[in-house]
């Protein structure tokens, strides 16, 4: 059964929209512990345009059950992420113009620098993450640069326009998910994720964790931190209860 990690970056977002102080990323991170997410997940980007490095150094402090810092491949980051000592990091393509990463890192081209970097933090006892498109060379790439586990992009599947076209995107990640866990490498999975369209996903044997951040965040305006990440585990766990 798939487990929740909740991305808290959009609390963040909130805090810049008007240089405030609040709302804190700290506090978001132990309520979503509370609730029962197995780990907390921040992005620092090279921009820093929403979570900061004194954000990530005092999750660090705080957070018990595991934090994921997703960030690019740059010397710039693996010193922070080997500095701070999250248990795991997520590497993820990065550019200036986006709202958000849209799409999977290219492990294939960028094998070489990927392999180095992921070397550089399993030193410091990091877990590392390529956060890729359900492609089958993606996830061979990625087990040839000794990478732990991969992250499916759902991305494409989140945005289907069509019934036809979401079912197709599925059979694409439960055949790249299958091969990743037949390679060895852990599997999770993330992006565009949200009530409606989460437990399709969280349904493929393979797949351990769900990223999710920004359909949670959205709800809690109505409901509650607390009880955004409540319902989504409730949907995932209503999956496994189904199996």
Known sequence: MSELM???????????????????PVYAAGIVEMAGASGVIVH??????????????????????????????????????REIGPEMVTLVPEK??????EGGLDVVLLK???????????????RVSLFIDPVEAQIIASKEAAADMVEIHTGKYSDAPTEALRLE??????????????????VNA????????????????????????HSIVARAIFVGLDRAVRDMIELIRGVGHRQ
């Open 6 to 24: 909740v991305n808290i970056d959009h609390v963040a977002t909130v805090r810049e929209a008007r240089g405030t102080r609040y709302p804190e």
């Open 44 to 81: 620092l980007r090279e921009d820093r345009r929403h979570i900061k490095d004194r954000d990530v150094k005092l999750l660090r402090e705080v957070v018990r059950t595991k934090l994921n810092l997703e960030m690019a491949a740059t010397d710039e980051m693996v010193r922070i992420a």
């Open 96 to 101: 200036r113009q986006e709202l958000t990463t």
């Open 112 to 126: 070489e620098r990927i392999a180095h970097v992921t070397r550089q933090l399993k030193e410091s006892n990091i």
């Open 169 to 186: 995107e599925l059979r694409t990640i439960i055949i790249a998910a299958k091969k990743a866990g037949d390679l060895g490498l852990g």
């Open 190 to 213: 993330g992006h565009g994720l949200h009530y409606a369209n989460v437990t399709d996903i969280a349904a493929i044997p393979q797949i351990e964790e769900l990223a999710i951040g």
